[in-house]
């Protein structure tokens, strides 16, 4: 059941692909609006000009964007990804196809600026700066005192005080303060650069840190905590309250963070609130090399790439843990590569990762670590073909087949072979089990048919592509090793269910949609 909370788009090509190939295939582009400033998502109370903000609105010159607490906005400024942080107000002081200028009266901004042609110019003015760059990836907080502070995580950003007219070029990996009236600060590296400075071997230390969080931290105090602190620079964020299959209200909130400590990660984290309970999912993707500006390089080839050529990223490791915050589903994929098709003469390549670990426990688990039971693994001989001698059962387990980690019982699409509903059942060797529906609902709890998707009035690729980017998917895990003690029981028994959004996924590359229907 390899990588769960993505399994069903890209195990074995991706779910949707084996489903119903010609409708969905791993090939998106990546479209950018330009003269144009448009609100990507939102979280929270977000405000245009005193009035709520709506995704997919666009803002106009001298427009106020602001966030209150525990709110934030992703907006595309001439294609430039822009994240509002809480308690900012922003206004778009100016806006033409040469040059975007964002004017921030208060609060934080983060901007991941793409390579701009010779006369493009993007800046963000503050009380005290200007802050111009060409190609970057940089964030400007102005306090209460109005000072400015700039740090700069890739790229080079050239930081000006207005009145003395003094600048200063910030490197990767350099902050700057400006007070007004006074001339920038000498530019002194981040925390996160000093610590690397120090010691090349703490990224075992780091990546050690970075699984413990993914592993062990599933109180809700604590995913909550982080994740206050995460979303302030998160690159993807969504947001929004809707309906789940069973009638219940949820809230989702997701997003995708880079953690400073590894310049080779990023990491996918969504948070679902019930009446009654609080459910997670937290996935840490790691690469062979140091990311790049715009993360859709990466992600639109991490599971699968066509071509001669294997993608310059590849993932060497993928992290996961799925949570009602006392039970827990842990997985760990190790030594990644890309595999072609045909060695002579690739047409395409693969994901393959040479170990994999599946584990079932709780919050009261002591076993490995405090992962809990270890259900099944797998260690490829070298291959790069599973064996049935390279995977390892719970004791006892010994399958004829050898993909399967046990006794398995499928019901694949359960209410019929048009209704997006796909369950199945694995049984071990103490009777332990583990049981899985997968679901693709709209915002009002309604499981999707063929037909909701693709009638006579949705039938080019744009169409399908705006439906789909509407739909959620809920994914249900029940256990007999569940115990789920602290959530108060609902009907629907102990469980762990999650939804995310495939508007996220799709923003951030991770889920790529069809340029036509014959692909």
Sequence with gaps: MGCELFE?????????????????YFLFLLTLSYSAVTIDSTIGDVKVNGNTAV???????NDLIKTSIRSTAILSVNGHRVTVAQRTEALIADLTDETSLLKVLMGRIRAVVMKL???????????????????TDFAVEIGEDLNTRLEVYEGIVAAKEETTGSEVFVN??????????????????LESEKKEEKAEDKKDEFKSEAQREIFMEISRDSVMGRAAEEIKLAEYQNGKALIDVYGKRVRLEEYIYRPPEDKKQFKYVVLNERENRFDFGKILFTFNKELPINLNDVTKNMFHS????????YLTNLDSVMSNTYDK??????????????SADPTEWNLFFSKYKFYIGNTDSTANSGKGKLMWQFADTGDNIPQKSEFTYLPGTQNESHTDPASTTVSLMPEGTNIFHFAYKDVYADNSWVE????????????????DIVDSENVSSEKI????????FQNVYTSSLFTDQNSVDDGLGKRIDLIFSSKLLSDSGILSLPNSLNQ
């Excluded at 071509?307 to 990223?313: D, I, L, M, Y």
């Excluded at 899985?436 to 037909?451: E, P, V």
């Design 8 to 24: 069903k788009f890209n195990k074995d090509g991706g779910f949707m692909k084996k489903i119903i190939t010609n409708l969905f």
């Design 55 to 61: 995704i997919g609105q666009k803002l106009n010159l």
């Design 117 to 135: 042609k010779i006369k493009q110019k993007f800046e963000i003015k503050t009380p005290t700066a200007i802050c111009a760059v060409r190609g």
């Design 172 to 189: 990767p990996g350099e902050f700057t303060t400006i007070q007004k009236g006074e001339a920038p600060k000498e530019p002194q590296k």
């Design 306 to 313: 066509d071509g001669s050529t294997a993608p310059g990223w």
């Design 329 to 342: 589903i842990l997985e760990e994929a190790s030594d990644g590569k890309m595999v072609a098709n045909d």
């Design 436 to 451: 899985k529906h997968n679901y693709i609902i709209n915002d009002d709890g309604k499981t999707q048919q063929f037909s």
């Design 465 to 472: 592509k705006e439906k789909i980017l509407t739909l959620n």
